[in-house]
């Protein structure tokens, strides 16, 4: 059988740790385009060197020719621009919606069965904007943004706790920006929530705030170190997961930015809501039940993504 081919949209710094990620996974062919010149190439062949040590068959390929996307099984877009010291996430919107205009067009027009991973910020309304360019069927575009944010929480408890990172398991509903939603009840160390361990004197109250709140700065605090870009290695990683998920129809239960019709309330927007992933694509949203409290929360940050959808009809009118 061929191997799956993983078309990976911009070359940058994310682009290439995917490119890195799914040779060294052999989860299939990669191509890498970007629209600068050299970029994609060099990063291709510098990944394909590494193959006789690392031991993997896998082909990769730069270009700046969307037809070599053709026939992709997954697509992961990191195309645009990231942010630098001072800038939000939303101050990317107007570049970036440009962006996902040619890069929806060109998915469609030759890799319209892929399963479509959109990581470029802002992530909720950039999703909504490359599935409304593709036109490609809601569930098989989706966007990266809780599988990370949940990693960050769950690395940061991991320390609080003095507890492999592998037996935490931790949930980042809603918008991938300030509002973002940590939910500690259903976040656990081996199945106890984080409540019944601030009860066991594990954490104070006030301690699990503060973890909440550097997972909501989590990527600023990295932009704040790095002053030239953003993260990348933890986004690409988190992006490689879903598209494992969907290649090897694991039904993982992840969250990540998905059309929600219906459930949690919502009446067809893109947010960040637990899914199942499998061989459809985002084949079921897990419709959770949140507390006053929570529901405030994501209300919150539902509003906010919305606000942005709204900036980017009003930018592009093909989308109103
Ligand atoms: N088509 C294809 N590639 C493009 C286009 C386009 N229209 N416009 C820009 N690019 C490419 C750039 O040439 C660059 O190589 O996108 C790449 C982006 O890479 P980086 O600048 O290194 O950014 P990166 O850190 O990879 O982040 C990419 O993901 O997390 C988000 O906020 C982040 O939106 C940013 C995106």
């Given amino acids: 059988m061929a191997r799956p081919k993983i078309a990976l949209i ?3 710094q994310i682009g290439g740790t995917l490119a890195h990620l799914a040779a060294m996974k052999e989860l299939g062919d990669v191509v890498l385009f970007d629209i600068a010149e050299g970029t994609p190439e060099g990063k291709a062949l510098d990944i394909a ?3 006789p040590s690392e031991g993997f068959d896998a082909k990769l390929k730069g270009t ?3 037809a070599d996307i053709a026939g992709a099984d997954v697509c992961i877009v990191t195309a645009g621009v990231p942010r630098k010291p001072g800038m939000s996430r939303d101050d990317l919107l107007g570049i970036n919606l440009k962006v996902m205009k040619s890069v929806g ?3 469609a ?7 479509v991973i959109c990581i470029t910020n802002p992530l909720d309304a950039m999703v909504w904007a490359l599935r409304e360019f593709s036109g490609l069927p809601h569930e098989k575009v989706c966007g990266m943004a ?3 944010d949940s990693a960050r929480f769950r690395h940061f408890l991991s320390l609080e706790f003095d507890v492999s990172m592998k037996d935490v398991t931790a949930f980042v509903l809603g918008g991938h920006g300030d509002t973002m939603v940590p939910l500690t009840r259903y976040s656990t160390v081996g199945g106890v929530p984080l409540p019944d361990l601030v009860e066991m004197g594990w954490t104070t109250q006030d301690k699990l705030d503060a973890i909440v709140q550097r997972t909501r700065d989590g990527g600023a605090e990295i932009v704040g170190l790095l002053k030239t870009g953003s993260a990348f290695y933890a986004p690409a990683t988190s992006a490689i997961e879903m598209a494992e998920a969907y290649l090897k129809d694991q039904k993982r239960l992840l969250p990540c930015a998905a059309y929600v019709d219906g459930a949690l309330g919502l009446k067809g927007m893109y947010v960040g809501v637990p899914t199942i ?3 459809g694509g985002i084949e079921r949203i897990v419709d959770i039940k949140l507390n006053k409290e929570e529901q405030a929360m994501f209300d919150k940050s539902v509003e906010a993504v919305n606000g942005l959808v709204e900036a980017c009809k009003g930018i592009d009118e093909s989308l109103a």
């Fill in 64 to 66: 700046q020719d969307y």
């Fill in 146 to 148: 809780g599988v990370l």
């Fill in 10 to 12: 911009g070359a940058g």
């Fill in 49 to 51: 060197e590494s193959g």
């Fill in 109 to 115: 027009a030759n890799a319209p069965d892929a399963f």
């Fill in 105 to 107: 067009e060109g998915i």
């Fill in 277 to 279: 992933i499998g061989a």
